[in-house]
């Protein structure tokens, strides 16, 4: 009999750190869900001003549409995503608190099917539902947030405490760079999202391998800085397939490839 509780709790025990890793749950936060809502809509308007913003209907229309499919994934979450086009030679993705997606023109040229760029989202919006980006800010300014946070739901903006506590939003801010762990987990979240959708989650890890190997050009910097790969992507995204349900996944589509036609002929910044 002791045997057989031995064995039992073993079992439990593996079954316990298996479920663990299957049901990611947000990490220590400071921010409420909405205070990210919050701080994802003052961060947007100002990337709108600051970035170029693509104003084509046939391709911001596209790129809407295919993460409104991911967004249906139970794995998705529930903020209020957007999704817009960033006029810019250099690859880059990137998402803010609580729903907005900027990907940049080079993505959709860089990419070589829709499944890699559905992967690209799928990642991004699994930064946002696992809060990521808050996650990184409360780890490192704890103490200057704790009052600003609490003081900000009284009014003024989320922006400004974050100012007060050192947090800016340029390049490497803090609420767009993860850690390896955070990367992994978006790896694994977002397989499951493009999964729900109908897409080779393959294709997320094979564009992530692609960019590294475009990295010479320079044009990659940005994005994985913010990245960091954690080792064995590919391998880590297939044996996590592997443990899934077989079926017929999607990799590409006419549409993708017109659409990727018409952001080759648009000029570069
Ligand atoms: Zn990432």
Same mark, same amino acid.
Do not use: C
């Given at each position: 009999?002791?045997?057989?509780?031995?064995?039992?709790?073993?079992?439990?025990?593996?079954?316990?750190?298996?479920?663990?890793?299957?049901?990611?749950?947000?990490?220590?936060?400071?921010?409420?869900?909405?205070?990210?809502?919050?701080?994802?809509?003052?961060?947007?308007?100002?990337?709108?001003?600051?970035?170029?913003?693509?104003?084509?209907?046939?391709?911001? /229309?596209?790129?809407?549409?295919?993460?409104?499919?991911?967004?249906?994934?139970?794995?998705?979450?529930?903020?209020?995503?957007?999704?817009?086009?960033?006029?810019?030679?250099?690859? *880059?993705?990137?998402?803010?608190?609580?729903?907005?997606?900027?990907?940049?023109?080079?993505?959709?040229?860089?990419?070589?099917?829709?499944?890699?760029?559905?992967?690209?989202?799928?990642?991004?919006?699994?930064?946002?539902?696992?809060?990521?980006?808050?996650?990184?800010?409360?780890?490192?300014?704890?103490?200057?947030?704790?009052?600003?946070?609490?003081?900000?739901?009284?009014?003024?903006?989320?922006?400004?405490?974050?100012? +007060?506590?050192?947090?800016?939003?340029?390049? *490497?801010?803090?609420?767009?760079?993860?850690?390896?762990?955070?990367?992994?987990?978006?790896?694994?979240? /977002?397989?499951?999202?493009?999964?729900?959708?109908?897409?080779?989650?393959?294709?997320?890890?094979?564009?992530?391998?692609?960019?590294?190997?475009?990295?010479?050009?320079?044009?990659?910097?940005?994005?994985?800085?913010?990245?960091?790969?954690?080792? *064995?992507?590919? +391998?880590?995204?297939?044996?996590?397939?592997?443990?899934?349900?077989?079926?017929?996944?999607?990799?590409?589509?006419?549409?993708?490839?017109?659409?990727?036609?018409?952001?080759? /002929?648009?000029?570069?910044?």
């Amino acid at each position: 009999m002791r045997k057989f509780w031995g064995l039992f709790s073993i079992l439990l025990l593996a079954a316990g750190v298996r479920a663990q890793i299957r049901n990611l749950k947000p990490g220590f936060n400071l921010f409420s869900p909405q205070q990210d809502i919050q701080l994802g809509q003052e961060a947007k308007a100002q990337v709108e001003k600051q970035q170029q913003i693509l104003n084509d209907s046939r391709v911001t /229309g596209y790129l809407t549409q295919l993460g409104q499919k991911l967004a249906q994934s139970p794995r998705a979450g529930t903020f209020p995503f957007s999704f817009e086009v960033v006029k810019d030679k250099n690859i *880059n993705a990137f998402a803010l608190p609580g729903g907005p997606v900027f990907v940049n023109t080079a993505t959709f040229v860089a990419a070589q099917n829709e499944a890699q760029l559905v992967g690209v989202l799928a990642h991004e919006m699994s930064h946002v539902a696992l809060r990521h980006g808050t996650h990184e800010a409360s780890k490192g300014q704890a103490v200057q947030l704790i009052a600003g946070l609490a003081g900000s739901a009284t009014g003024g903006g989320m922006l400004g405490t974050l100012a +007060r506590a050192g947090i800016g939003l340029g390049a *490497n801010s803090v609420l767009l760079h993860y850690s390896r762990d955070a990367e992994s987990q978006a790896d694994y979240n /977002g397989a499951l999202v493009m999964a729900d959708a109908g897409y080779d989650p393959v294709q997320m890890a094979n564009f992530f391998q692609l960019l590294e190997t475009k990295n010479s050009e320079g044009l990659v910097a940005q994005f994985l800085s913010d990245h960091p790969t954690p080792g *064995n992507r590919v +391998r880590a995204v297939e044996q996590e397939v592997q443990s899934m349900p077989q079926r017929n996944y999607m990799t590409d589509s006419l549409q993708f490839q017109n659409v990727r036609a018409i952001v080759q /002929g648009i000029s570069p910044r």
